[in-house]
């Protein structure tokens, strides 16, 4: 009796594996929404540090809503983590557990978020064995979650009832420079948290990756953390600072939520980076 319901059990979960494996070969290896930030983010970093892409995009759920090779930007990974900032994925780029591209496009608006902890949870994550384990046997991980394959299965429906979006790009003549301004006034925290970031920085580039520092929108008001935290670190690092957001009017983009941008803004914003970046 034992014997038959162990090969039974056995036979549901070759099963269930099956399955899941049919599914996420189906969805092209990934799926793009789960049932949190928390496993959304985990997914897109267990399948985006994969295949040795040329950039790739750090920050928040922000950048996390922008393309990536799925969306045909050939070379881009998009390692966005929702509900945390792009210190998550480069503290374990910077401690060799999530491996660099060449070029890191790192989003400054959540930056002081770590302030914060915000994305410490994903940060734990990244350094379990399950998180490896992910990586090795995609059925495992995080993106062959079915409710991921249901989220996703929504979100694909809903695209495809969306026009094709055209070529446009973002109406602003801004380009990616190097701030000489005096750095912004900070608090000891903040001071603290922009040494960590350039440190981290500084042994990237030795390492071989270039960095651009970009501000996306909707921005952040001039006086604040979110902007003055960014604009220290690229300051004291010499590190290219590209403002979107400069010259923007108010109505050239849109917003799902009033942060996030719509499908068609952040197509324009993806567009607008690589006619800038897709040739370094």
Request: glycine share 10%.
């Amino acid at each position: 009796m034992t014997r038959i319901y162990l090969a039974g059990l056995l036979g549901m979960l070759a099963t269930c594996f099956g399955v899941q494996a049919v599914a996420l070969r189906a969805s092209g290896g990934k799926t793009v929404k789960s049932e949190s930030n928390y496993f959304s983010s985990i997914a897109r970093l267990q399948t985006e540090s994969q295949g040795n892409p040329r950039i790739m995009m750090l920050g928040s759920s922000l950048t996390g809503r922008l393309g990536d090779r799925a969306q045909h930007f050939d070379g881009v990974a998009n390692l966005g983590c929702d509900g945390g900032s792009a210190v998550v994925t480069l503290r374990a780029m910077d401690q060799g557990m999530l491996p660099t591209a060449p070029l890191l496009v790192i989003e400054a608006n959540s930056l002081s978020f770590e302030l914060e902890q915000r994305g410490r949870k994903i940060g734990e994550a990244i350094d379990s064995y399950w998180f490896d384990l992910g990586i090795k046997t995609p059925s495992l991980g995080a993106t062959a979650r079915p409710t991921a394959f249901a989220y996703s299965w929504l979100m694909a429906r809903s695209a495809a009832s969306s026009p094709n979006r055209e070529q446009v790009f973002l109406p602003i003549t801004t380009k990616p420079v190097l701030l000489s301004s005096e750095a912004p006034k900070l608090g000891p925290k903040e001071t603290v948290l922009v040494d960590d970031v350039v440190e981290i920085f500084h042994r990237l580039r030795k390492n071989g990756c270039e960095i651009l520092l970009v501000m996306l929108p909707p921005g952040a008001e001039a006086d604040s953390a979110q902007v003055g935290i960014p604009k220290a670190i690229a300051l004291k690092s010499a590190v290219p600072w590209w403002d979107l957001t400069e010259g923007l009017p108010a109505d050239a983009v849109g917003y799902s939520d009033g942060l996030h941008l719509d499908a068609s803004s952040a197509q324009k914003v993806m567009l607008t980076l690589m006619r800038e970046i897709g040739s370094k």
